[in-house]
Protein backbone atom coordinates (compact mmCIF):
# COMPACT_ATOMS: atom_id res chain seq x y z
CA UNK A 1 0.00 0.00 0.00
CA UNK A 2 1.18 3.57 -0.93
CA UNK A 3 2.21 5.91 1.88
CA UNK A 4 0.66 9.21 1.32
CA UNK A 5 2.45 12.17 3.81
CA UNK A 6 1.15 15.91 3.61
CA UNK A 7 3.56 17.98 5.27
CA UNK A 8 2.01 21.31 6.21
CA UNK A 9 2.82 24.78 8.21
CA UNK A 10 0.40 25.99 10.77
CA UNK A 11 -3.25 24.20 11.82
CA UNK A 12 -6.23 24.60 10.81
CA UNK A 13 -7.80 26.96 12.69
CA UNK A 14 -11.71 26.73 11.85
CA UNK A 15 -13.52 23.43 12.76
CA UNK A 16 -15.46 23.06 9.16
CA UNK A 17 -11.81 23.01 7.46
CA UNK A 18 -10.95 20.34 10.81
CA UNK A 19 -13.97 18.24 10.15
CA UNK A 20 -13.49 18.47 6.22
CA UNK A 21 -9.95 17.68 6.17
CA UNK A 22 -10.75 14.38 8.71
CA UNK A 23 -13.13 13.14 6.56
CA UNK A 24 -10.97 12.96 3.34
CA UNK A 25 -8.15 12.03 5.63
CA UNK A 26 -10.31 9.19 6.92
CA UNK A 27 -11.70 8.17 3.06
CA UNK A 28 -7.78 8.18 1.87
CA UNK A 29 -7.67 5.34 4.28
CA UNK A 30 -9.23 3.12 1.99
CA UNK A 31 -5.92 3.47 -0.64
CA UNK A 32 -3.12 4.07 1.41
CA UNK A 33 -1.46 5.07 4.61
CA UNK A 34 -1.74 8.36 5.44
CA UNK A 35 -0.22 10.81 7.18
CA UNK A 36 -0.64 14.27 8.26
CA UNK A 37 2.37 16.30 10.19
CA UNK A 38 1.38 19.40 11.22
CA UNK A 39 4.87 22.47 11.59
CA UNK A 40 4.31 25.18 13.77
CA UNK A 41 4.49 28.67 11.53
CA UNK A 42 7.22 30.93 12.24
CA UNK A 43 5.97 34.37 13.76
CA UNK A 44 6.60 37.27 11.96
CA UNK A 45 5.89 41.02 13.17
CA UNK A 46 2.79 42.62 11.66
CA UNK A 47 4.21 44.39 8.80
CA UNK A 48 7.67 41.51 7.75
CA UNK A 49 10.39 42.93 5.74
CA UNK A 50 11.79 40.94 3.14
CA UNK A 51 14.67 39.73 4.83
CA UNK A 52 12.19 38.74 8.15
CA UNK A 53 10.48 36.36 5.31
CA UNK A 54 13.58 35.22 4.07
CA UNK A 55 14.53 33.94 7.11
CA UNK A 56 11.30 32.46 8.85
CA UNK A 57 10.71 30.37 5.38
CA UNK A 58 14.38 29.14 6.26
CA UNK A 59 13.61 27.91 9.55
CA UNK A 60 10.40 26.57 8.09
CA UNK A 61 12.58 24.27 5.89
CA UNK A 62 14.89 22.73 7.94
CA UNK A 63 11.87 21.81 9.50
CA UNK A 64 10.34 20.50 6.73
CA UNK A 65 13.10 18.58 5.68
CA UNK A 66 13.32 16.82 8.81
CA UNK A 67 9.70 15.13 7.62
CA UNK A 68 10.34 14.04 4.51
CA UNK A 69 10.47 10.59 4.08
CA UNK A 70 13.83 9.44 3.07
CA UNK A 71 13.00 7.68 -0.85
CA UNK A 72 9.72 10.06 -0.83
CA UNK A 73 8.92 11.79 -4.40
CA UNK A 74 7.78 15.31 -2.63
CA UNK A 75 5.34 17.35 -4.62
CA UNK A 76 6.00 21.06 -3.09
CA UNK A 77 2.73 23.20 -3.28
CA UNK A 78 3.31 26.78 -5.14
CA UNK A 79 2.11 29.09 -7.21
CA UNK A 80 4.67 28.49 -9.93
CA UNK A 81 3.77 24.91 -10.19
CA UNK A 82 2.44 22.95 -12.81
CA UNK A 83 -1.03 23.12 -13.26
CA UNK A 84 -2.37 19.38 -13.73
CA UNK A 85 -6.34 17.79 -14.51
CA UNK A 86 -7.38 15.68 -11.80
CA UNK A 87 -6.39 12.56 -14.26
CA UNK A 88 -2.88 13.55 -14.76
CA UNK A 89 -2.52 13.60 -10.58
CA UNK A 90 -4.26 10.29 -10.91
CA UNK A 91 -1.50 9.28 -13.45
CA UNK A 92 1.27 10.33 -11.25
CA UNK A 93 0.56 9.10 -8.15
CA UNK A 94 0.64 5.86 -9.97
CA UNK A 95 4.36 6.68 -11.53
CA UNK A 96 5.28 7.11 -7.99
CA UNK A 97 3.49 3.65 -6.55
CA UNK A 98 5.67 2.21 -8.98
CA UNK A 99 8.77 3.94 -8.35
CA UNK A 100 8.81 4.28 -4.72
CA UNK A 101 5.38 3.91 -3.07
CA UNK A 102 6.12 7.00 -1.19
CA UNK A 103 4.54 10.70 -1.93
CA UNK A 104 4.96 14.09 0.26
CA UNK A 105 2.68 16.62 -0.46
CA UNK A 106 4.21 19.75 1.19
CA UNK A 107 2.10 23.23 1.72
CA UNK A 108 4.01 26.77 3.02
CA UNK A 109 3.03 29.07 4.60
CA UNK A 110 1.04 31.73 3.68
CA UNK A 111 4.65 33.34 2.73
CA UNK A 112 5.11 29.80 0.52
CA UNK A 113 7.68 28.28 0.88
CA UNK A 114 11.52 28.55 0.73
CA UNK A 115 13.42 27.98 -2.34
CA UNK A 116 15.27 25.12 -1.34
CA UNK A 117 12.53 23.16 -0.34
CA UNK A 118 10.94 24.29 -4.49
CA UNK A 119 14.22 22.83 -5.25
CA UNK A 120 14.64 19.60 -3.42
CA UNK A 121 10.85 18.76 -4.57
CA UNK A 122 10.53 16.43 -7.45
CA UNK A 123 7.50 18.44 -8.82
CA UNK A 124 6.06 21.97 -8.51
CA UNK A 125 2.11 21.76 -8.47
CA UNK A 126 -0.51 24.63 -8.22
CA UNK A 127 -4.01 23.63 -8.25
CA UNK A 128 -4.76 27.05 -9.51
CA UNK A 129 -4.48 30.59 -10.79
CA UNK A 130 -6.56 31.65 -8.17
CA UNK A 131 -5.08 32.71 -4.41
CA UNK A 132 -6.57 30.01 -1.44
CA UNK A 133 -5.87 30.82 2.02
CA UNK A 134 -3.37 28.22 2.82
CA UNK A 135 -5.62 26.55 5.71
CA UNK A 136 -8.17 26.07 2.84
CA UNK A 137 -6.01 24.66 0.31
CA UNK A 138 -5.26 21.71 2.52
CA UNK A 139 -8.55 21.06 1.67
CA UNK A 140 -8.45 21.30 -1.31
CA UNK A 141 -5.45 18.78 -2.05
CA UNK A 142 -7.06 16.47 0.16
CA UNK A 143 -9.33 15.99 -1.96
CA UNK A 144 -7.42 16.40 -4.81
CA UNK A 145 -5.54 13.66 -3.94
CA UNK A 146 -8.60 11.64 -2.94
CA UNK A 147 -10.12 12.24 -6.38
CA UNK A 148 -6.88 10.71 -8.05
CA UNK A 149 -6.58 7.81 -5.88
CA UNK A 150 -10.51 6.92 -7.53
CA UNK A 151 -9.50 7.73 -11.17
CA UNK A 152 -6.93 4.97 -10.41
CA UNK A 153 -9.16 2.32 -8.80
CA UNK A 154 -11.62 3.27 -11.51
CA UNK A 155 -14.58 4.34 -9.01
CA UNK A 156 -18.04 6.42 -9.65
CA UNK A 157 -16.81 8.79 -7.60
CA UNK A 158 -14.77 11.13 -10.35
CA UNK A 159 -17.69 11.93 -13.44
Known sequence: MMNVKFITLGTLKEAYL???AAEYEKRLGAFCRFETVQLKEERLSDNPSDSEIRNALTR???????????????????????????????????????LTGDI???????????????????????VSKLTFPHQLMRVILLEAVYRAFNIKKGTKYHK
Open 18 to 20: REA
Open 60 to 98: ESEKIFAQIPTRAFCVAMCVEGKQVSSEELAQKIGEVAN
Open 104 to 126: CFIIGSSFGLADSVKQRADMRLS
